[in-house]
Every structure is written in structure tokens, then in C-alpha cells.
């Protein structure tokens, strides 16, 4: 089965296509595709739909797109939907640091990330698949795999960041593998 995955993350496409391994993806890359869809939803829910929406109208082939951020207590759920944007420039590294930034001072460092899949099916329904993984925000960056936050993602039961941990190891556990893990069950009950 050819599926779309919408997304231009390209540090996203190497962990989905990992977890997804037997599974044909055709990317965005791969159709030359530079549409970008506008994140006008107020939720996880509603922006994955919005980017799975619009290439499913645009091929009419199934696509899974990914909406994902990371959701910080102690600033009332920030930078939740906006994590990709949340400093002026959008640059990953600005955007933790920002986040450091805005934590100096604050004792409770909990936070989680959230994944939200939508799939858009042939006959185009969509269908929902959620993970959702718990840390705490280290008080610096550390290790140099993964992206965007991860740096600065601390898991006590690792006793690592997401960046600490080699791409074989988060792939097993991330947010992402389990709302992909979802997915693959509701591939194969079908
Ligand atoms: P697409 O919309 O094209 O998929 P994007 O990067 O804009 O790409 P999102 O709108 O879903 O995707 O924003 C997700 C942001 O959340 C991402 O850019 C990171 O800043 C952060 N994020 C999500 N998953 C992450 C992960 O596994 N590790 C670190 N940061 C992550």
C-alpha cells in the first residue's frame, strides 16, 4: 500500500519510515512537493488533519501526516501546538533555548510529548492514533542525536535526554512510536 507522509520534518520522515519499516511511504520529497499547509488548527488533533487533509485532495491516495510538540506544565501547556515556531526564528536550537530561558527560575520541570497521527484512509476518513511520552526539562542541553527538543527532554528511567539516546533506542519508546505502534495495529485489523 502506497501512503503519503505529509510532513517537511525531515528528522520526522527518518523516524517514521524506521518505525514503519515494511510499510511503502512515498514523501513529500519524493513527489517534489513544496506545498506548505497552514497550522491553523487549535489543537494537535485538528492541525494533523489540516496537512493530511490537503495532500489526500491533492493525490487521492491515503496519507498519514504527524502533529506533534512538547507540552510544559509549569507554563500552562506551552509550547504545546507551537513548538516548531515558538521563538521568532523557529530555529530548533532559539526555540529550546527560549524554553530554558522562560524556566529559569521554576522548580517543576515536568512536561511530555504529545504525537497526534492522522490518517486519511483511500475512501478519505480519518482515523486518529495518539502517543504520549512523560519527562522533565533538563536544566541544559545535552547529546547530540535526535531533534528539536530532545536536547533538552530528560527521562528518568533512562537517566538521559532524547538527545543522549541513540535513534534505535527513541524510536522504541518516543511519543511518535506510540501513536505509530497504533496505527500499525489498525493496518493490520483491517
Ligand atoms: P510538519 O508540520 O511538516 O510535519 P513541523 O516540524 O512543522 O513539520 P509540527 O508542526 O508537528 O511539525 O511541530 C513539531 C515540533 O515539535 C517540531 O518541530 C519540534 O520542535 C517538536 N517536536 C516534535 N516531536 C519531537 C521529537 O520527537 N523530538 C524533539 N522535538 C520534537
Do not use: W
Amino acid at each position: 500500500m502506497n501512503i503519503i507522509l505529509a510532513t517537511h520534518n525531515k528528522n520526522k520522515v527518518i523516524e517514521i519510515r524506521n518505525i514503519l519499516n515494511s510499510y511503502t511511504v512515498l514523501t513529500l520529497d519524493d513527489l517534489n512537493d513544496f506545498d506548505e499547509v497552514e497550522e491553523t488548527g487549535k489543537s494537535f488533533r485538528e492541525n494533523a488533519f489540516l496537512k493530511a487533509e490537503f495532500y489526500h485532495k491533492k493525490y487521492h491516495l491515503p496519507v498519514i501526516a504527524d502533529d506533534s510538540g512538547l507540552t510544559v506544565d509549569a507554563l500552562n501547556g506551552e509550547p504545546g501546538i507551537y513548538s516548531a515556531r515558538y521563538s521568532k526564528s523557529g530555529d530548533p536550537v532559539e526555540n529550546y533555548k527560549l524554553l530554558l530561558e522562560n524556566m529559569k527560575n521554576i522548580e517543576d520541570r515536568r512536561a511530555h510529548f504529545n504525537c497526534t497521527i492522522c490518517y486519511i484512509d483511500a475512501i478519505g476518513s480519518p482515523h486518529y492514533f495518539e502517543g504520549e511520552i512523560k519527562g522533565l526539562i533538563n536544566h541544559d542541553p545535552l547529546g547530540k542525536f535526535g531533534f528539536g527538543y530532545d536536547p533538552i527532554f530528560y527521562l528518568p528511567q533512562k537517566n538521559k535526554t532524547f538527545a543522549e539516546l541513540p535513534s534505535e533506542e527513541k524510536n522504541k519508546i518516543s511519543h511518535r512510536a506510540i501513536a505509530i505502534a497504533k496505527f500499525i495495529d489498525y493496518i493490520k485489523s483491517i
